[in-house]
């Protein structure tokens, strides 16, 4: 098959040089490398989770300390996407997705080899560094790789699928490497992935150099660099310390106001680190406020979901990342085989306001969860809803974020998309968790009430009161997630009212005529 889009490389056109857009198929290999570098990222984010017991045991890492294995690679990702994808821009984003690539296989090797928590630690912030480089590198080349409607929607399909079940599979991998091999390997793993995307993205990705027009930005960058770094480790502190902590509202604060001196700078400069002509479009804002408040949701389910997967049903770390699978495959099914083929056909809203709807509903249902549910009558259902929910939405989210941008802005659009995805997961796991842990806290002082009462309490009995209130905030928590969700789908329905592809001229790519 072949498609209008192999003909419009303006690039080359603009230099009297006829256009050559490569072959389909070196098209979609180029597709599975951009795939690969992304799930390396996404999975990341979860595949420590379940090592980090045997991690803590080995290493020494105290209760108080061990969170920074998480909060160290969150904060430095989701604190510097901005300046990566900036940098994207400048100095061309094969280079970038190369560089990010390589520096993030490094890391991964430093933390697998750690003989103690500093060097566990500084390994996990180098890691979140590089992919702060690679992941807005590698969504900006998947915008200009793909141009022609049917084949975007395709790739942006498939993109979105990994974006939505990367963290699950990230659990199911975890479990497998940790269980039958060692904690070390779930960091090991992303060395033989990083050397077979590299050799893929040398050989395979069009070389595209940085825009002379664009600037660094740098009291931009040290304003929302800054701003976001303080918002993120205020949101990660507030799961140990609480939110009326002097040093997490002093955090919030600061990052807030950092972040407002930066929107006002923005306004300001010739050279915008973040252009706010990106966020201020319509489509693009609601599909990047759509996006963090989708997160939110989703990282909820799996903190929890993992939880009481294991502490209270006693699944071992391979049964949890299994009982995740099928909300993977949901993801995938809805991302690539409803999204991709509907999106060139009807509106965005069309996909993201259902999906987020169904989501809601998968939330819902996960609440009514006991301390003896079974996984096929109770559990199975709300992630598969979950997950078809979730598949329906990733897909239009980034592909309407992203469409329609002047290719100088190409890799700070995409850093935007993503800061959207990370800043909502550091909501989603302070947030929720705060809220899971008050309400065990409240269940169980009015059901353990007294020394007298709990001494007359069996061990037995104790036990299973202190299960039913974990279950209890659990359950309290995953109904704001539904709540959460159900408000993104209003946003969606209410903000983003872009038509279908095929029916606009939005830069990605000429109105498509295709043959069969």
């Known amino acids: 098959m072949s498609s209008p889009d192999e003909q419009t490389d303006l690039s080359g056109a603009s230099r009297g040089v006829p256009a050559a857009e490569p072959p389909s198929s070196r098209r979609w290999w180029a597709l599975a490398v951009i795939a690969l570098a992304q799930l390396m990222v996404v999975l990341d984010a979860t595949i420590v989770n379940i090592a980090l017991p045997s991690a803590q045991r080995e290493l020494g890492l105290t209760n108080g300390n061990r969170q920074w ?37 490094a890391a991964s090797a430093l933390g697998g080899a750690a003989t103690g928590p500093a060097m566990l630690f500084a390994s996990r912030a180098l890691q979140g560094v590089f992919a702060a480089v690679l992941a807005p590198s590698a ?61 893929g993205a040398i050989s395979l990705l069009e070389d595209r150099v940085g825009h002379k027009e664009a600037r660094l930005d740098v009291p931009g960058v040290l304003l929302g ?69 989708a997160t939110i949701g989703m990282f909820g389910v799996f903190l929890f979901m993992t939880y009481y997967l294991q502490s209270i049903l006693g699944y071992s770390p391979v049964k949890t990342g299994f009982a995740f699978f099928p909300m993977s495959l949901a993801i995938i099914v809805g991302s690539t085989q409803i999204s991709a083929r509907l999106l060139h056909h009807v509106p965005p809203r069309l996909l993201m306001g259902p999906g987020l709807l169904l989501g809601a509903v998968g939330l819902f249902t996960l609440t009514f969860l006991g301390t003896e549910s079974s996984y096929a009558g109770h559990i199975l259902p709300g992630l598969l809803m979950l997950g078809l ?98 408000a993104a789908s209003a946003v969606a329905f209410l903000l983003v009212n872009a038509p279908a592809p095929r029916h606009r001229g939005d830069g990605a790519g000429t109105p498509e005529v295709t043959s069969v």
């Open 69 to 105: 294995v998480i909060t160290a690679y969150t904060l430095a990702f989701g604190g510097l996407l901005l300046l990566g994808g900036r940098i994207a821009d400048l100095v061309g984003r094969k280079r970038t997705f190369i560089i990010g690539l390589v520096g993030f296989a």
């Open 139 to 199: 969504l900006s080349l998947l915008t200009t790789t793909f141009t022609d409607g049917r084949e975007r929607a395709k790739a942006f399909g498939i993109y979105g699928a990994i974006a939505g079940a990367g963290g699950a599979i990230g659990l199911l991998l975890g479990g497998i490497l940790t269980e039958y091999l060692d904690w070390r390997w779930c960091l090991y793993v992303n060395v033989p992935i990083a050397v077979l995307a590299v050799f």
């Open 225 to 293: 660099c800054g701003g976001l770094i303080a918002v993120v480790y205020g949101l990660s502190e507030a799961e140990s310390r609480g939110w009326t902590s002097a040093m997490v509202l002093g955090l919030l604060i600061g990052g807030v106001v950092l972040l407002a001196v930066f929107a006002w700078w923005q306004t300001r400069t010739t050279r915008p680190l973040l252009p706010l002509h990106i966020v201020k479009d319509r489509n693009r804002g609601g599909s990047m406020l759509t996006m963090g408040l």
């Open 389 to 486: 929910g979730l598949g329906l939405t990733f897909m239009p989210v980034m592909a309407t974020a992203t469409a329609g941008v002047a290719p100088k802005d190409a890799g700070v659009t995409s850093a935007t998309v993503n800061t959207a995805q990370q800043v909502g997961g550091s909501i989603g796991t302070a947030l929720l968790n705060t809220i899971a842990t008050t309400s065990t806290a409240t269940y169980l002082s009015s059901h353990l009430a007294g020394p007298a009462r709990t001494g007359q309490l069996t061990p037995e009995r104790k036990a299973q009161i202190v299960d039913s209130g974990v279950v209890h905030g659990f359950t309290v928590a995953i109904g704001w997630a539904a709540l959460i969700m159900l």
